[in-house]
């Protein structure tokens, strides 16, 4: 009942793996109808957990004309010209703060989701860097991003249990216009604290039932504000946080739909599995080998199998919608290959996007990612972490070998390990 997969990464291998995850996303993307393209340009963060100042995770493409990054065109899609990643790796070693770039977005998502509802013991779950004096400055997010065609700047500052300053600009016919902005150091009134435009009706309706907790967005969208509810339920709806599935419910409804597509993607990472159900709120699953005889899918399968069957469930749904995902240590429970197939599924999907950690080396390779997708994160003397992309590397070619590159320590962001007798 394990994962099964040949050990050798060679060229006709890989090309196979490419060839099979290419046939499975245009059999996802055939059916898409009518989808909206949505998506994240860029994200922006500063004195959240241990990053002090600020960083930046962009997903526009840069201008990479090697060969190499020509035949990796299919990581890419374009919009109005532009072209987007669809997927980027975070790097670095253990306690450098990589994970704490998924879990600061995570929770300013979580803030513009459920900031409506804070009560006054609410406080934010977003903790600021810990020395210097930074855990009495401001956290700040800002995201850029694109739905239904119109481009949206959206950021907010906040400390422990107070918003300070929040801004929504969008794009309408290429040109920035100001949405509103707030700033809560102007003084007690309302009109002294926000501005508007023209866009949201009866806009102090509104702000006088906005605390200094609640976000604007959130509140508007509450009281029935389009625009603000557009870009509340771009956060709800299309940035997904995780990939796991929280309840069998939900499983049953995603099986029903996507069944088929689920026993293919088995099939194609030569699980025995040939059959699955789902009967009084438990899973059981059929092999090749009896095809009669149930197993109980919790204690009887494999990690991998289980972590790789709520994995596509999700997966299959987020690509064929064209969303965004983040998964925090991707290949937990996952054989290289496998993390491979699933990075895979996003690089040739037609917009979904993926932002991910890993502690996976193997993945550093140009044959498999563009220069510009590749992230690392270092843990500075200071305490201090820092974000920064592999093309920042001017010198760094295509032809030389990245994984190699980052294990004797050109790009920083690996564990400094001394010798040590036991």
Do not use: W
Not at 141 to 147: A, M, N, Q, S, T
Not at 162 to 187: A, C, Q
Not at 238 to 263: C, G, H, P, W
């Amino acid at each position: 009942r394990d994962l099964r997969m040949s050990r050798g990464l060679g060229d006709v291998y890989k090309r196979q793996l490419m060839d099979i995850i290419t046939s499975f996303i245009s059999y996802i993307c055939n059916q898409i109808t009518n989808i909206e393209v949505k998506m994240v340009l860029e994200i922006r963060l500063s004195n959240m957990f241990s990053f002090r100042d600020e960083v930046t995770l962009d997903l526009q493409a840069a201008k990479i004309q090697t060969k190499k990054a020509r035949e990796l065109e299919g990581n890419l899609f374009s919009v109005d010209g532009e072209q987007m990643l669809k997927s980027v790796a975070l790097f670095g070693a253990n306690a450098s703060g990589k994970s704490n770039v998924i879990k600061a977005i995570r929770a300013c998502v979580n803030m513009v989701r459920s900031s409506h509802n804070y009560n006054v013991d609410t406080r934010f779950a977003i903790s600021p860097f810990k020395f210097e004096d930074y855990a009495n400055k401001p956290s700040s997010f800002y995201i850029r991003f694109l739905l239904n065609g119109v481009e949206y700047e959206y950021s907010f500052s906040f400390i422990h249990d107070e918003i300070i300053t929040e801004t929504l600009y969008y794009y309408p016919n290429g040109r920035k216009s100001l949405v509103f902005s707030r700033d809560e150091s102007r003084g007690t009134e309302k009109k002294d604290i926000y501005e508007f435009k023209t866009v949201i009706k009866r806009p102090f309706d509104v702000a006088d039932n906005t605390s200094k907790k609640t976000l604007y967005i959130s509140r508007a969208s509450q009281m029935d504000r389009e625009i603000a509810q557009k870009i509340f339920l771009f956060f709800c709806n299309d940035i997904v946080l995780d990939y796991q599935v929280a309840n069998i419910d939900s499983l049953d409804n995603l099986f029903k739909e996507r069944k088929e597509q689920m026993l293919e993607v088995l099939r194609t990472a030569d699980s025995d599995i040939i059959d699955f159900k789902i009967q009084n709120n438990a899973i059981t699953t059929f092999h090749r080998t009896n095809p009669s005889v149930a197993f109980d899918f919790e204690t009887e399968e494999s990690e991998g199998t289980k972590t790789l069957f709520r994995m596509m469930v999700r997966m299959i749904g987020i690509i064929h919608e064209g969303k965004m995902l983040l998964v925090d240590e991707i290949d937990n429970s996952l054989h290289t290959q496998l993390v491979e197939f699933v990075i895979g599924m996003f690089n040739h999907s037609d917009h979904a996007q993926l932002i991910y950690t890993t502690h996976n080396t193997h993945l550093l390779n140009t044959d498999f990612q563009r220069r510009d997708q590749v992230y690392f994160v270092n843990k500075r003397e200071d305490g201090s972490s820092d974000l920064y992309s592999l093309f920042d590397f001017k010198d760094f070619r295509d032809t030389l070998d990245m994984e190699k590159a980052y294990l004797q320590g050109r790009f920083d962001a690996i564990p400094t390990i001394s010798n040590l007798t036991i």
